[in-house]
């Protein structure tokens, strides 16, 4: 797999995605946590651009009056119609709402490269 050089780690900002442009493919890389995400900024739904949404924790419930919050799952939440899909694997979180593709995304001696 080809390597792209994404940037230096510093321009990788806790919480928030920067943009790049790989080819013909926008994708975002972003860090929660200390753990970098790579993904491609399209939401299968309706093609919404995937990285202007909201990361965030998941939220869980077991039943009615429940509720939960992982903060150790980085969760985006498409911008447009609110779908959410997980950074690790890009698995959509409720059933039928697919999946986002995810890139490997690695740090190395300061700076940030895609394997793509």
């Not at 900024?41 to 919404?48: D, E, I, K, L, V």
């Not at 985006?76 to 697919?98: K, M, N, Q, Y």
Request: glycine content about 14%.
């Amino acid at each position: 797999m080809p390597a792209h050089l994404i940037g230096p780690s510093e321009e990788i900002v806790e919480g928030r995605f920067k943009i790049v442009e790989m080819g013909k493919r926008s994708v975002g890389v972003t860090r929660l946590r200390g753990v970098l995400y790579a993904v491609l900024n399209y939401c299968p739904h309706a093609g919404a651009p995937i990285c202007h949404g909201h990361l965030t924790g998941l939220v869980t419930s077991d039943g009615p009056g429940q509720g939960g919050y992982d903060a150790a799952r980085a969760i985006v939440r498409c911008p447009w119609h609110h779908w959410e899909f997980d950074l690790a694997d890009g698995r959509g979180i409720c059933a039928g709402t697919g999946r986002i593709k995810t890139y490997p995304v690695r740090e190395a001696e300061g700076q940030v490269w895609i394997d793509a």
